[in-house]
């Protein structure tokens, strides 16, 4: 075979042309509206991959042949193509100013496209935008930057999953995040986590370093994400890496910067006096409990679980290229040191991005990344393993004030119960160990026609590693706990494809793309646990008395056909059309393959003749797509009759098999149809740019995981059911009020308005009103028919009747009762924001610049769960909410807590699950606040090494606000991370971290 492919290769380069003669063209490039040269410039010869860039003084030197065609493009300036002459040996250019937004290459699905002639929903953050913001993963960059991106963080964990939403939910039960590409390369996102992870499931993001990032890129409509088909119904996030520059010298850059983490805002519970006060003057009528003599001494278990965090960040990087290879090297090392004992993170990161042009027909490059993260966790948050004292934040402010954290003689008191000694006597680690990259070959065949060859991969392994003291677990006979867990997920993908790119005389721009891809992975764990060690100093499982194990594993494989066209008529008429069809390993024989597309046009207004007069108008564009993409987050084999070995399928003593799920040979994608309209217009000098985006979302044939007839043997399996739609605006306004020799001011604001209905659900499962609804296994939310996702269904608190002291609730028909009943619930709201968006600023002064960026959330309700316990005088072991010292006790009071003899507390509690735990999640948070200084180019100069040097200090989540109802901590909450079905819900989840940095960027 490699004698084949040799002489193959041999054949290909005897037919091609014997070079012309080459000859050295050179010349400048200057600013059109002030003459002065510009550095940087990219100089291309259309058809080859041969690019040079202009020097300091705007100058340029190159070899051509023949009469080639020239692209000259830079940031900020309007690109400009022009034909050389013959016997032409200097250029003179001047290039026009533009709006950086319409002059820029925006990244898309397999390619790129002119930000200015694009018909696609797609918003980009560059590296300026997100440099230097403290953040463990890249979609945390993402808050307050995009229209209708809703990022919610799960709660202030280090490493946790965040809840992210383009442009709505597309899905109920199965997948609801992003597509993830990096480079190309889609990245695993599955679940590898145990309930001791804290807060949720891992980031799928953690490994990426946001000092590699040169761009995010949200595909948000059908003509952007149906290029990735049957995983672009909840949007596509592209994410390219940093990469060196053509003919540029060797570039040093250093990046480094401290800081202090603490939370954003703490609970209010009861201090010692307040706490002895309130049990004997309260608790003791409620319970019968006889009245206690409380020590003097107090323990304040908030503080002693809570401390000064800290974070350091060191990035070194190094990137440049002669005419031929451009390259990117970075490491990274992150330590983070959270404000909640044992939670910390580490990573350490590199990255290889290169680019290799052999000649004039082949160009070589590879990305390639590698990482290590290792993390002390803390058990997971919300009481998931049963155990109110493993969580240090929620045993804090469950402790009563007198529950003791040491004896007198400085041991831990009562270990088993006591979250400090768990978190000292136990280990509780979790390792991530990452490679992703991508290798391509590009080979071009005419300069208008080329082949492109890209072989990926993504090879995830994570550990986790758990051991409980013999003093922790208080077993005499097995002493001791530990587990070890290995996940291993391996992705490999090939994508062939062929592009053409034709400019046919004046008036038609032609492109086509058309690839096919094929990518599986092998998904594998293994656990292994024992119990009873001789001694504490033994790690290893292996050193237990028992041990168990276990493993399983799973592949699955997807291949693709792909096809893109765009043309463009006299550059202001835009086509575009996409078409994939993917054939999934996850779906039933009957339904495995799948067609996806999406078409679109675009119409440059500001291009006619009537618009030429309108003269404050600098652009303006119209576009409107229609298309369909799918969704396939769903396990391995649900399509699959399955059977299971278990111990409960043995026989007699004999090993055996039982039927553990129905098969489904019909199972397929769900599928999600949108219509986007969109307007563009730039005005006053580019100074005003406003996109406006009206959608429409419709998913059909939602994956389900519903209960099946009895009948059938089986209680639940994956099925295609329910139509959900999403409808919204998304709006995005940046302007420059300011302009100066010395000052400008770049302001932008974004708003995404959404509004989601569920349109329709199996009619197998009906609720108390005969409507179709699916019952969420995690509390107070319902998916109800006719209504929104993540719909709250409770009983309607009305509050403390201030003549009785007892407190009531409406019943369904809006009367007032003492006693409510499951079938007084109501649809109390639900946790999707109406409204988030972002406010962001930057003023630069002279060498001073100064950023303000604010999120902000309106219209969503959250539920904090922690508040049944806090608001739980019946529990004489836990600590309460301050707010419970306001009782009543005499006719007229208005009071938040009921009479100590009410008789509720013995029927009816007032803390039960209802809409007192409901809150308006309503938010406004100042994101950050930056002030930098650059240190002057003179006195630069004189060290002889730095080309650049900025110094500044940076305060993240400093301010917040909520409406003055709001009781709890933090109001950005998600508890189940990224789980559809459950959001805006919160058991004493961490809040989010204030954090002030200082930090310092040089460049050598």
Do not use: C
């Not at 420059?736 to 995404?752: A, E, F, H, I």
């Amino acid at each position: 075979m490699k004698k084949g492919v040799f002489l193959y290769l041999f054949s290909l380069m005897a037919v091609l042309p014997a070079l012309a003669q080459m000859r050295t063209l050179t010349g400048t490039v200057k600013a059109g509206n002030s003459g002065a040269p510009l550095p940087g410039v990219t100089i291309h010869i259309k058809g080859s991959t041969y690019r040079v860039a202009t020097n300091s003084d705007g100058s340029f030197s190159m070899s051509v042949e023949g009469t080639p065609e020239l692209q000259f493009s830079m940031v900020g300036y309007e690109s400009q193509q022009l034909k050389v002459a013959a016997d032409a040996t200097r250029l003179d250019i001047k290039l026009q100013s533009v709006s950086s937004r319409l002059s820029e290459v925006v990244v898309v699905g397999y390619g790129e496209q002119a930000q200015r002639y694009t018909t696609e929903a797609v918003s980009v953050v560059k590296a300026g935008q997100i440099t230097n913001v403290p953040a463990v993963s890249p979609q945390q960059l993402l808050q307050g930057q995009v229209a209708g991106v809703n990022m919610t963080n799960s709660s202030g964990l280090l490493g946790n999953s965040s809840l992210l939403r383009v442009r709505g939910t597309a899905s109920i039960t199965a997948g609801s995040q992003p597509l993830f590409v990096v480079d190309g390369v889609p990245l695993n996102d599955g679940t590898y986590s145990t309930s001791y992870g804290g807060g949720a499931v891992l980031n799928p993001l953690l490994e990426i370093n946001p000092e590699d990032i040169a761009s995010i890129t949200v595909l948000k409509d059908a003509a952007a994400a149906a290029i990735y088909g049957s995983r672009g119904s909840n949007g596509v996030i592209l994410i390219e890496t940093k990469k060196g520059a053509l003919n540029h010298k060797t570039q040093l850059r250093l990046d480094y910067y401290t800081g202090w983490v603490s939370p954003t805002d703490k609970l209010k519970v009861m201090n010692g006096s307040e706490y002895s006060s309130f049990y004997n003057n309260y608790i003791t009528k409620v319970t019968g409990k006889t009245p206690i003599d409380f020590p003097a001494k107090s323990t304040d278990w908030p503080s002693l679980v809570t401390r000064t965090g800290r974070t350091n960040n060191y990035a070194l990087s190094a990137s440049g290229g002669n005419e031929k290879t451009r390259f990117y090297v970075g490491g990274n090392y992150m330590d983070d040191e959270n404000y909640v004992i044992g939670n910390n993170l580490q990573r350490l990161s590199g990255r290889l991005n290169l680019e290799h042009t052999a000649n004039k027909y082949l160009q070589l490059g590879v990305n390639f990344s590698t990482a290590y993260t290792n993390m002390d966790r803390i058990y997971q948050e919300g009481n998931a393993t049963g155990n109110t004292n493993l969580p240090p934040y929620t045993a804090a402010f469950l402790n009563t004030p007198f529950t003791p954290a040491y004896t007198d003689d400085g041991q831990f008191a009562n270990p088993t119960t006591n979250t400090l000694a768990n978190i000292l006597l136990s280990t509780n680690k979790y390792y991530t160990r990452r490679n992703t990259g991508n290798a391509y070959a590009k080979v071009n065949i005419t300069k208008d026609l080329w082949v492109k060859s890209d072989w990926g991969i993504d090879l995830l392994e994570t550990e986790e590693r758990i051991r409980r003291s013999a003093k922790l677990t208080g077993a005499t006979t097995t002493p001791g706990s530990a587990s070890r867990t290995l996940w291993q997920d391996y992705k490999w993908l090939s994508t062939n494809s062929l592009n053409y790119d034709k400019r046919i005389g004046e008036n038609h721009q032609v492109t086509f793309l058309a690839a096919y891809s094929y990518e599986t992975a092998r998904y594998d764990d293994i656990k292994a646990t024992g119990t009873g060690f001789v001694s504490d100093q033994l790690p290893n499982v292996g050193s237990a008395a028992v041990t168990t194990g276990s493993a399983t594993g799973k592949r699955w494989a997807m291949e693709s056909y792909i096809f893109r066209g765009n043309y463009r008529f006299q550059d202001k008429y835009l086509f575009e059309g996409s078409l994939r069809r993917d054939g999934s390993s996850r779906f039933g024989p009957n339904k495995k393959y799948g067609n996806f597309w999406a078409v679109s046009g675009g119409w440059i207004i500001s291009q006619e003749q009537f618009m030429k007069e309108v003269r404050f108008i600098d652009y303006m564009k119209l576009t409107a797509s229609y298309g369909v993409t799918g969704n396939d987050r769903i396990n391995y084999y649900d399509y699959l009759g399955q059977y299971a070995a278990s111990t409960d399928a043995s026989y007699a003593g004999q090993p055996g098999l039982r039927p553990s799920q129905i098969k489904n040979p019909d199972l397929s994608w769900e599928e999600t149809s949108q219509f986007d309209l969109g307007l563009a217009v730039n005005a006053l000098d580019n100074r005003i740019q406003l996109t406006v985006d009206y959608y429409s979302k419709d998913s059909k044939d939602l994956l389900l995981y519903l209960a099946v007839p009895s009948t059938t043997g089986f209680g639940f399996a994956t099925r295609n059911a329910g139509k959900m739609r999403n409808r919204g605006v998304d709006l995005q306004i940046t302007g420059v009020p300011v302009r100066t020799k010395d000052v400008q001011w770049t302001t932008s604001l974004n708003l995404g308005f959404v509004k989601n209905k569920v349109l329709k659900l199996s009619s197998d499962n009906k609720d108390e009103e005969g409507r179709n609804f699916i019952l969420s296994s995690f509390g107070g939310q319902r998916v109800i028919q006719g209504y929104a996702l993540n719909s709250f269904y409770l009983l309607h608190y009305k509050g403390i009747n201030p003549e009785t002291g007892d407190p009531e609730w409406y019943t369904k028909d809006g009367k007032t009762t003492t006693a409510p009943t499951n079938n007084d619930q109501i649809i109390a709201g639900n946790a999707m924001p109406k409204l988030t968006g972002g406010f962001n600023n930057t003023v630069r002064y002279k060498q001073f610049d100064l950023g303000v960026n604010f999120y902000f959330s309106y219209g969503n309700k959250v539920m904090l769960n922690e508040f049944q316990t806090l608001d739980n005088a019946l529990l004489t072991t836990s600590n309460l909410s301050k707010d419970m010292l306001n009782y009543w006790q005499k006719p007229g009071d208005q009071a938040f807590a009921p009479a100590a003899t009410s008789a509720s507390w013995k029927t009816k509690p007032f803390n039960q699950l209802s809409t007192a735990q409901l809150f308006d999640g309503s938010f406004l948070r100042l994101k950050t606040l930056t002030l930098g200084y650059n240190l002057p180019s003179d006195l630069l100069g004189h060290t002889q090494v730095l080309s650049g040097a900025r110094l500044y200090v940076l305060g993240q989540n400093l301010w917040t606000v909520t409406k003055k109802e709001f009781r709890g901590a933090d109001p950005e909450v998600s508890l189940y991370g990224s789980n559809a079905q459950v959001a805006g819900e919160s058991s004493f989840s961490l809040p989010q971290p204030k954090t002030i940095t200082v930090g310092v960027n040089l460049v050598f």
